[in-house]
């Protein structure tokens, strides 16, 4: 078991999820997908390969020593319903962008500020909340191409951000903390704002890179 | 009269001003920087060079076909205040960023949702509002040397963003369409993250890259 245990990628079998489940998978971490349908997640699973295997969200979230939740935003209240009962004291990363259809290329951000304080209070604070991997393309991460990408990662604890930036970079990407979980409000928007740029400049997945020599901070 | 005829610079005494004013200037751009003082405007204009005039940030305003204004976030409402009377009809381009100190690592964004729909909100619509230049260190934009970050520019006019990207491409940096004015949000609330970076990992001011080949829509 490398790394940080077991990674369960709630929402595994849609696109981000699954990108995110085959590269850390090929990485050499252990990986579950959990889905709505068990039988979705092992079909999934099967296909994706690497080792992975699939359950139901709420098994995968108590198999998980990490629980990276891969859903979209009107999914997000019902999934942290479901897999409430399962993250005590774990690490959550979210991964939501507040997108609200048909108005995507609009930054629409939720009443608390962004998803991730709105997950940290449906998970209450027992749960340690980090978040990341708004601006990646999940068509991309999902092939073994190189992507020019950093991931902004946030969250009020180091600690956690830094194993999420490890899970990041192993990845193939950059992670890059980001600061407080109330950041991610940040990245979230920018999300919209690719969208806009994809359509306008014909773009195949626009990211973001931060400029600058970065010096990673002693751990 | 080159391009889109004179700019003014409000609060053009100031580090990302004056900066900006210095790079439109030796561009060939008729610039004009205000200043609460007109003296201290008329000195720091003789300090800059490159033709730069210096006036009260009223009479800058009233000089300018497009008026950007560089005023920190506490500054924002009275100078909005001085310039309202002469800027109707006009492009305005905000550069405001909600910092709240002492916590400007911080997001911590207006009830209105961006310091850009506060500045629309603040001249009403008979003035059209852009929003650009929020992630460009004024340290490194003063000097001649190369920088590596975009632009984004948002507003709810295509053409008048389209000005807005040519002054940044005049300045030698990269503007680039980010849509609506709403979405100046991102592009604001990046720079509490981009200062975290600067401190997490000793960089000399952090800037971003839209990733991707972009194509330049048709004008």
Same mark, same amino acid.
């Given at each position: 078991?490398?790394?940080?245990?077991?990674?369960?990628?709630?929402?595994?079998?849609?696109?981000?999820?699954?990108?995110? #489940?085959?590269?850390?998978?090929?990485?050499?971490?252990?990986?579950?997908?959990?889905? +709505?349908?068990?039988?979705?997640?092992?079909?999934?699973?099967?296909?994706?390969?690497?080792?992975?295997?699939?359950?139901?969200?709420?098994?995968?979230?108590? #198999?998980?020593?990490?629980?990276?939740?891969?859903?979209?935003?009107?999914?997000?209240?019902?999934?942290?319903?479901?897999?409430?009962?399962?993250?005590?004291?774990?690490?959550?990363?979210?991964?939501?962008?507040?997108?609200?259809?048909?108005?995507?290329?609009?930054?629409?951000?939720?009443?608390?500020?962004?998803?991730?304080?709105?997950?940290?209070?449906?998970?209450?604070?027992?749960? +340690?909340?980090?978040?990341?991997?708004?601006?990646?393309?999940?068509?991309?991460?999902?092939?073994?191409?190189?992507?020019?990408?950093?991931?902004?990662?946030?969250?009020?604890?180091?600690?956690?951000?830094?194993?999420?930036?490890?899970?990041?970079?192993?990845?193939?990407? +950059?992670?890059?903390?980001?600061?407080?979980?109330?950041?991610?409000?940040?990245?979230?928007?920018?999300?919209?704002?690719?969208?806009?740029?994809?359509?306008?400049?014909?773009?195949?997945?626009?990211?973001?890179?931060?400029?600058?020599?970065?010096?990673?901070?002693?751990?």
């Amino acid at each position: 078991m490398a790394g940080n245990g077991t990674i369960a990628i709630i929402g595994g079998t849609g696109k981000l999820g699954a990108a995110i #489940a085959r590269r850390l998978a090929k990485a050499g971490r252990t990986v579950v997908i959990g889905s +709505r349908s068990a039988e979705s997640a092992s079909a999934k699973a099967t296909e994706l390969g690497f080792g992975l295997t699939g359950m139901s969200n709420a098994d995968a979230a108590q #198999a998980g020593d990490v629980v990276i939740v891969t859903v979209p935003f009107d999914a997000q209240d019902a999934t942290l319903a479901d897999i409430r009962p399962h993250v005590a004291g774990k690490l959550v990363v979210d991964t939501t962008v507040p997108l609200v259809p048909p108005k995507v290329m609009r930054v629409q951000m939720p009443a608390e500020g962004s998803a991730a304080v709105r997950t940290q209070k449906a998970l209450g604070e027992g749960v +340690r909340i980090a978040s990341a991997f708004h601006s990646v393309a999940g068509h991309k991460l999902i092939t073994d191409r190189d992507i020019e990408c950093d991931v902004l990662v946030f969250g009020d604890d180091k600690a956690d951000r830094q194993i999420v930036v490890e899970l990041a970079d192993a990845m193939g990407l +950059r992670g890059v903390h980001g600061g407080a979980l109330v950041n991610s409000a940040a990245a979230e928007a920018l999300t919209s704002v690719l969208i806009f740029i994809n359509k306008t400049y014909q773009v195949d997945g626009a990211g973001i890179r931060i400029t600058g020599d970065l010096i990673p901070p002693a751990a």
